[in-house]
């Protein structure tokens, strides 16, 4: 099964809460069917593609999930222009948005890397997946481990924790990266791109530095 056959199945399995129905669209969603087509199914045909969606879905998630993509799963060693792409598809549900984010994740880079996206949507989802959710689980440890810069609560981490592939950190929704980002290259003295470029570390640093320096400014005035 690939990504994006998963993702269909995903996305159905998330809305659609009449069972028939749900499968009548994951059928026209795999195979590319018209809703009149598979109105008219008669039910051995129907049946028979649901049984063969339900064994390939099975068999897939059977098989061993490793990865064959050379992504980079240990958030502190992304840039600053990675983090910003990874807060952004990590906004809300991660799964729609797995081929995204393995491309923004690919260690061999280009400016066209997202480009790649495509590709891996059909890559087989075991290869995929895992390297996905370890590099979010990452992420989120790297966002609590600055957690006085996201001032994050104990209470919404017990939650990251608990459900770390659906819940997105708080911090993804509210932060304003343009802004931030334009702080650290006033900051450090260097063009915009530069500070893209900027490991993550460095960047999150000098957001921390920037902010104890405003919070202190506020205190003393």
Not at 181 to 207: G, S
Request: aromatic letters at 12%.
């Amino acid at each position: 099964m690939t990504l994006k056959e998963y993702q269909i199945i995903y996305k159905h399995n998330n809305s659609v809460t009449d069972e028939v129905e749900r499968m009548a669209f994951i059928i026209m969603d795999l195979y590319n069917l018209p809703y009149a087509k598979v109105d008219s199914m008669s039910k051995k045909a129907f049946m028979a593609k649901i049984k063969k969606v339900t064994k390939k879905f099975n068999q897939t998630f059977k098989k061993p999930f490793y990865c064959r993509l050379p992504l980079e799963t240990d958030a502190t060693k992304i840039n600053f222009a990675q983090f910003i792409e990874a807060c952004y598809f990590l906004k809300n549900d991660p799964i729609p948005n797995l081929h995204l984010l393995a491309a923004t994740l690919l260690k061999k880079k280009n400016k066209q890397h997202l480009a790649e996206a495509g590709k891996i949507l059909n890559k087989p989802v075991n290869y995929v997946i895992s390297d996905c959710i370890n590099f979010i689980d990452s992420f989120n440890t790297l966002l609590y481990s600055y957690r006085g810069l996201f001032e994050i609560d104990e209470e919404q981490q017990e939650e990251i924790i608990e459900k770390p592939i659906k819940k997105a950190h708080p911090f993804v929704e509210t932060y304003g990266w343009i802004y931030s980002a334009k702080q650290v290259a006033d900051f450090e003295n260097i063009p915009l791109d530069k500070a893209y470029d900027m490991p993550i570390i460095q960047a999150l640093n000098t957001l921390s530095l920037l902010k104890s320096k405003a919070d202190y400014e506020k205190r003393t005035t």
